[in-house]
């Protein structure tokens, strides 16, 4: 089992930044890839940025390329999302999220994740 927990959200106006953070707990996420999540209402939850876990490649959705970095400290068992340059398009619950997988494909999906976090809103004023 792997408890995850985000934090880190809020209300910021567009063009502003937020870091949001997501510790691990209990069994050791090391060996996992990780991934960020959002879902706005009447949404389906979208794929925003993960890290494949044995080679640490980076992939991002591409409405947040440029915008967003994904980073992970494996000593702190911690995940970090940067969001930078928001737009009120990127309010959300944002959700981070473990999977046992590589493939790009799968870490696109949120069926390739077996454990989530409670999730953080963050909303972005025009």
């Known amino acids: 089992q792997v408890q995850l927990e985000e934090s880190g959200g809020g209300l910021v106006q567009a063009g502003g930044s937020l870091r949001l953070s997501c510790a691990a707990s209990?069994?050791?996420?090391?060996?996992?890839?990780m991934g960020w999540f959002r879902q706005a209402p009447g949404k389906e939850r979208e794929f925003v940025a993960a890290i494949n876990w044995s080679v640490g490649s980076t992939y991002y959705a591409d409405s947040v390329k440029g915008r967003f970095t994904f980073s992970r400290d494996n000593a702190k068992n911690t995940m970090y999302l940067q969001m930078n340059s928001l737009k009120p398009e990127d309010t959300a619950v944002y959700y981070c999220?473990?999977?046992?997988?590589?493939?790009?494909?799968?870490?696109?999906?949120?069926?390739?994740?077996?454990?989530w976090g409670q999730g953080t809103q963050v909303t972005v004023s025009s």
């Open positions: 209990g069994r050791t996420a090391n060996n996992y890839s």
């Open positions: 999220a473990v999977s046992p997988y590589q493939s790009p494909l799968l870490l696109r999906r949120p069926r390739g994740y077996d454990y």
